[in-house]
C-alpha cells in the first residue's frame, strides 16, 4: 500500500450547497481563496512537531515582524472570539478591567465570553461611531485604587470598528498617549484590520506598532482563510506567560502549521492586501447604488467593507429572500451589508437590481 502522503486525493464527502447563491450577511460567509488552500496542502505531507513546534510557526514569527516589527510575537489560535479573550486575559489582572465601545464586538457578539472566560470586567462607553476618544474613555478612567471597582487596565479598539468606519493613526496614537498615561495598555481588535490598512493605504505598522498599540487580535478568516486568527504582542513584556494563557484558554491549536501555513500564504506577498481593496471598492460600488435609490438611507461613513443603511421593514424581509444579510437594529429598520473578497461587480449589481425592485414594490 503507498504511503498515505503519496496518495491521490479522491472523497466521499457530497457538496451540499448551491455555490452559486451569493449575499452580503458577513464576510465569514465566503469561502477561502483558492491561495490559501494551497498553502494548507503545500504544508501537509509528512510529519511536523504540534502545538506550534513546527517550521512553519518558527516561520510565521519573522512573516509578522516584517509587517508590525522587530519586537512583534505571534501566538495563532482558532477564531477572533478566542483572539480576543486570550489577549485581554493576558493583559489583565483578575480585579482588572478593560474599556471599550459600546458596540464593540467583545460587548455584544462574545456571548460574555471575555467575563466567563477571561475574568475580567468590561466597561462601555457609548459612541457615535464605534470610535473611542480619549474623552470618551475618561469617563470610565477612574477608581484605579478604588478596592470597590474593577481596576481599568486595558482600552481595547477595533480597527475597522464594528461600524464600519475605520481610525486615523492620531487617533489611534491619542487612544494609546492617553491610555499610557494612565498605566493602561491598549488592544486592537483586528478582525478587519487588513481592510483598515486598505482604506487608510498605509503598512500595518503605522496605526500598530508605530503608534503604541501593545497588543492586537489579527484577523485571518475574513479575508480569506480557512480558519484562524493571532494575537501578536508588540510591546515587550506586556504580558506574561502567554503560552500558558492560550492553552489555558482552549486555543492553542495541536497541527497549528495548518494556520501558520494560511497566515504566510497571506501575509509574505500581498494576498492580504489585495483581498482587502477589492472588498472595500465592492462596499463603495454597493453604496454609490444605494445612494440613488429613493428610500434608502446610508447610515455611517463607508470606509471598509461593510455598509450600514435604514430601510422599510417589509422591503428588508422580502429582500432577504432573495439575498442573505442581517438586521442590526430591527426595530429602526437598520441593516448590515457585508463585502467579501470574492464579492463581485455582478454580485453588487444583482443586489441593487433586487433592492430598487422590492423598494418599488
Not at 440613488?292 to 463607508?302: K, N, Q, S, T, Y
Request: proline fraction near 4%; aromatic fraction near 8%.
Amino acid at each position: 500500500m503507498a504511503h498515505p502522503s503519496a496518495l491521490t486525493a479522491t472523497t466521499d464527502a457530497t457538496r451540499h450547497h448551491d455555490p452559486e447563491v451569493r449575499g452580503f450577511a458577513s464576510d465569514n460567509y465566503s469561502g477561502v481563496h483558492p491561495e490559501i488552500l494551497a498553502a494548507i496542502a503545500l504544508a501537509n505531507g509528512g510529519h511536523q512537531p504540534a502545538y506550534g513546534a513546527d517550521a512553519y510557526t518558527e516561520h510565521l514569527q519573522d512573516v509578522f515582524r516584517a509587517h508590525l516589527g522587530p519586537h512583534a510575537e505571534v501566538y495563532p489560535v482558532f477564531n477572533g472570539t478566542g483572539a480576543n479573550v486570550v489577549a485581554l486575559q493576558a493583559l489583565t489582572d483578575r480585579w482588572g478591567a478593560v474599556i471599550t465601545a459600546e458596540t464593540a464586538h467583545i460587548h455584544t457578539d462574545e456571548c460574555g465570553a471575555p467575563e466567563r472566560v477571561g475574568g475580567l470586567k468590561l466597561l462601555t462607553v457609548p459612541t457615535p461611531d464605534g470610535k473611542l476618544t480619549p474623552e470618551l474613555i475618561a469617563r470610565q478612567a477612574f477608581g484605579f485604587d478604588d478596592e470597590h471597582r474593577a481596576t481599568p487596565q486595558v482600552v481595547s479598539i477595533t480597527q475597522t470598528t464594528e461600524l464600519g468606519t475605520r481610525y486615523t493613526p492620531d487617533e489611534i496614537r491619542a487612544v494609546c498617549e492617553f491610555a499610557h498615561e494612565r498605566g493602561m495598555t491598549v488592544h486592537l481588535d483586528g478582525a478587519r484590520i487588513a481592510n483598515a490598512a486598505a482604506s487608510l493605504d498605509l503598512p500595518l505598522a503605522a496605526f500598530t506598532t508605530d503608534v503604541g498599540v501593545d497588543a492586537l487580535s489579527f484577523g485571518g478568516t475574513k479575508n480569506g482563510m480557512l480558519l484562524g486568527e493571532a494575537v501578536v504582542l508588540l510591546t515587550p513584556g506586556v504580558a506574561r506567560r502567554m503560552r500558558h494563557v492560550r492553552k489555558l484558554s482552549m486555543q492553542l491549536a495541536a497541527k497549528m502549521r495548518f494556520v501558520s501555513a494560511q497566515f504566510e500564504a497571506l501575509l509574505a506577498g500581498d494576498l492580504w492586501l489585495r483581498g482587502a481593496r477589492h472588498a472595500n471598492a465592492m462596499a463603495r460600488r454597493l453604496a454609490d447604488g444605494v445612494r440613488e435609490v429613493d428610500g434608502v438611507r446610508i447610515l455611517h461613513p463607508v470606509e471598509s467593507n461593510a455598509v450600514f443603511a435604514r430601510l422599510p421593514h417589509d422591503v428588508s424581509e422580502r429582500l432577504q429572500k432573495r439575498y442573505r444579510f442581517y438586521f442590526w437594529d430591527e426595530a429602526a429598520g437598520d441593516v448590515r451589508w457585508m463585502c467579501s473578497f470574492d464579492t463581485t461587480e455582478e454580485d453588487v449589481d444583482g443586489f441593487l437590481a433586487a433592492l430598487r425592485e422590492e423598494m418599488a414594490r
